[in-house]
């Protein structure tokens, strides 16, 4: 019996570590410490005010976009699933680098039900040298 709660105990560690150092895992922590007070731990934003990026078409449409809009911030009107966003920018995000970035991405891509594809860093690396 011993023995078998060392395993698990074992499992669970590794599975844990695992889930932190894996791409998700560490966007999600990126997530937590520079998206959620904003758009908040579930991906809902703040009605009226700041988008919603779960289940967001905004963020369907503009997939090639999304490296730009987080390196450099966000200043314009937009509409995201019906609603008019026009009160707030968007801060850049300068300290993020391009890794740091293609795996913010792949966690918000994937995060609260939603289901965008996997990008690589190569294809966040030729977004970012289309910003404007
Ligand atoms: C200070 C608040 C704030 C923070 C922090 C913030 N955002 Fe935003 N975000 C906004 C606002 C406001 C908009 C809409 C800007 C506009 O209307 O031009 C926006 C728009 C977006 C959009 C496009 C619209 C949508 O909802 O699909 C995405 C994607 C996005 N943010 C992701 C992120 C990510 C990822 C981070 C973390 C690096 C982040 N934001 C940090 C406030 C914030």
Redesign the pocket.
Known sequence: MKSKALIFGLLAIIFLGACDNNPYGKGMKI?NK??A???ADDGN?LQGL????RQ?D??HIHQND?AC??RHG?????T?NGVV??L????A?DI?DDIAITN?INF?NNAWGNKEEFVTVEKIKADLSRCQ
């Open positions: 997530y520079h998206c007070v904003c758009h934003g700041i988008p919603p990026i967001s905004y963020l999304l809009i987080i966000l200043d314009s009107v937009i995201v966003y026009d707030q920018k968007m801060p995000n993020l913010l918000i």
